[in-house]
């Protein structure tokens, strides 16, 4: 069993930056790919960006590709999504999730567990 706690969220004019953590329960975390998505209100939630248990691969939505940077540190159970040229589209809620597997995981029915999400608004 992994509990994710996101944290880092927060209003930010356009073209500013955030860093948003998510903090892992459970000896065995470095074994679990990590990922973020994000939902705006009406819409679906959609993939962010993802990461491997080692940390040596990630993947991006296009969207977010070159603005966003997502590291982990498996000593301190936590991943990192260091958001700059942040643009109002941005504007959501943010979820990090886990899944126990090898590999990047980027589509969200793999994911087995889920934080309570952070909101991060972005003014034009």
């Known amino acids: 069993q992994v509990q994710l706690v996101e944290s880092g969220g927060g209003l930010v004019q356009a073209g500013g930056s955030l860093r948003l953590s998510c903090a892992a329960s459970?000896?065995?975390?470095?074994?679990?790919?990590m990922g973020w998505f994000r939902q705006a209100p009406g819409k679906e939630r959609e993939f962010v960006a993802a990461?491997?248990?080692?940390?040596?691969?990630?993947y991006y939505a296009d969207s977010v590709k070159g603005r966003f940077t997502f590291s982990r540190d498996n000593a301190k159970n936590t991943g990192y999504l260091q958001m700059n040229s942040l643009k109002p589209e941005d504007t959501a809620v943010y979820y990090c999730?886990?899944?126990?597997?090898?590999?990047?995981?980027?589509?969200?029915?793999?994911?087995?567990?889920w934080g309570q999400g952070t909101q991060v608004t972005v003014s034009s």
């Open positions: 990461i491997s248990w080692s940390g040596k691969s990630t």
């Open positions: 459970g000896r065995t975390f470095s074994r679990y790919a």
């Open positions: 999730a886990a899944r126990y597997t090898i590999g990047v995981v980027t589509t969200l029915r793999e994911y087995d567990y």
